[in-house]
């Protein structure tokens, strides 16, 4: 079987990693992009939003909480801005020429974080993410479920190693109960897309359920003939 078999005509794979604040994304997406180089596949780690040179100024902006006051609607089109970009100068060239895309965060956080936490309708989301996303869904994604206290503890922690907290960060407690409790919902909705992960679980534990719930669901990739071999760790997750 071939990932182009999978994909439905491009060659590569996507797959996203999501879930709340602190829920260890980062540390894992180059845990398994270290397995697969390590075997000699071409990968590319990337983030939202982000993983672009004008992404990259547009997340400055919204993490700084430039956007807040103007309400969930505008955040949701400076997100789709940033996607538009990322997806044109990154993500679909990599996929195109066969490599194997892990991206921290893509549309369901804008789902949930500017939707179910921020009150947008679903229907205009969805209408959004037509036009941005179109054909280039993810193969796989990956949901970090996490304790919200838990996540915003870690996460603020790091904050407090590095900087303030985000904009995002900064919420209350409720919106972050929110925030899961969407990531579940999406999960529920898509299964042949989603798996669900335990991040609160040990790190070597969380990347033994992501190899499992990878292998299963994306045998192109073999990674049960991947043998183990040292790990890179992200120093932090990014937002």
Do not use: N, W
């Not at 985000?166 to 409720?174: C, I, P, T, V, Y």
């Not at 109960?177 to 609160?200: K, S």
């Amino acid at each position: 079987m071939t990932g182009q078999i999978l994909t439905g005509g491009r060659p590569g794979l996507f797959l996203t990693f999501e879930g709340g604040e602190g829920a260890g994304k980062s540390t894992q997406i180059a845990r398994l992009a270290a397995r697969l180089r390590g075997a000699g596949r071409p990968v590319v780690t990337t983030r939202e939003p982000g993983g672009s040179p004008k992404a990259e100024d547009i997340r400055a902006a919204l993490l700084a909480g430039l956007a807040k006051p103007y309400g969930p609607f505008a955040e949701a089109l400076l997100f789709s801005a940033a996607r538009i970009d990322h997806l044109d100068t990154l993500i679909r060239p990599a996929l195109a020429r066969g490599e194997t895309v892990l991206c921290d965060r893509f549309s369901d956080s804008t789902r949930a974080y500017q939707g179910a936490a921020g009150g947008l309708e679903p229907a205009l989301l969805a209408s959004l993410e037509r036009v941005v996303v179109g054909p280039t869904r993810p193969d796989l994604t990956l949901i970090l479920d996490l304790d919200p206290a838990m996540g915003l503890a870690r996460a603020r922690a790091r904050a407090a190693a590095d900087d303030a907290p985000d904009r995002f960060e900064a919420e209350a407690l409720e919106f972050h109960a929110r925030l899961r409790a969407a990531f579940l919902a999406i999960a529920a909705a898509e299964p042949g897309r989603c798996a669900v992960i335990d991040a609160g679980a040990p790190p070597d534990a969380v990347e033994a359920a992501i190899l499992a719930a990878v292998a299963a669901r994306l045998p192109a990739l073999r990674l049960s003939e991947i043998p183990t071999h040292s790990r890179a760790e992200a120093p932090h997750d990014a937002a």
